[in-house]
């Protein structure tokens, strides 16, 4: 059974600090999706990773795909407080037709 | 840009009631689903579909109905409501890939408190 964990499940961090959140997952996948939700809100997607080695860029926010390792990480350079939301990794299971989500990480970027 | 919208943003309903939560899609997406999300459990699956009148059961389908008339529609269906079924629920699709499943669009959500 595929099961994806996140960490750390939350995140307080000083603006203009960089930090990783990571995402872990238990069986063979290659494709990964970041999402971003903001509170009371739904989730909107951020990125789709779909081979080994992938990266992917927008902003401040990076991500990037490990096949092997089994890894993804969400890389934050120089956080702003419009980034404070939470932010889930999904990870396609081939076997099952399903996504599996992360728990999700709560970020907060204070001023 | 694919637009899925849920019939309500927030419901009150009474125990014992049946529940209708809709979703539409815009997009012509063959697969469509249904999540709850609850404080620390991250988003778990009820229902999906992957084709009209298709429909497989997720992780917690207990307590839980869909309906797939239509390519554009999915239905869920709380056949009798009950307290601990309070909680956000959220629709999404997406487009079917070369026999792997795109990236997800999510509707707004449904707050779905039972009384």
């Known amino acids: 059974e595929l099961k994806v964990e996140q960490n750390p499940l939350f995140l307080s961090m000083q603006e203009g600090k960089n930090y990783t959140i990571y995402c872990n997952y238990s069986t063979t996948s290659d494709r990964l999706y970041w999402y971003r939700q903001d509170p009371g809100k739904s989730l909107e997607s951020l990125f789709v990773l779909l081979s080994n080695g992938a990266v992917k860029q927008e902003g401040r926010l990076m991500a990037s795909l490990d096949t092997k390792a089994r890894l993804s990480t969400l890389h934050i350079t120089a956080a702003v407080h419009d980034l404070s939301a939470t932010y889930f990794c999904a990870v396609y299971s081939s076997g099952t037709y399903k996504y599996i989500f992360g728990t999700g990480t709560r970020l907060k970027v204070l001023a | 840009d694919v637009k899925v919208t849920q019939s309500s943003r927030y419901l009150v309903k009474r125990t014992g009631e049946k529940v209708f939560l809709e979703c539409v899609q815009d997009?012509?997406?063959?697969?469509m689903f249904w999540y709850r999300q609850d404080p620390g459990l991250g988003l778990r699956l009820i229902y999906f579909?992957?084709?009209?009148?298709?429909?497989e059961k997720g992780d917690i389908p207990e307590g839980y109905s869909v309906s797939r008339e239509k390519k554009e529609r999915f239905s869920l269906i709380l056949e009798s409501a009950s307290t601990n079924q309070t909680s956000m629920y959220l629709c999404?699709?997406?487009?079917?890939?070369?026999?792997?499943?795109?990236?997800?669009?999510f509707g707004p959500g449904t707050r779905l408190t039972v009384t």
């Open positions: 999404a699709s997406s487009p079917a890939q070369g026999g792997f499943l795109g990236e997800q669009y």
């Open positions: 997009m012509d997406h063959e697969n």
């Open positions: 579909s992957y084709d009209v009148k298709m429909k």
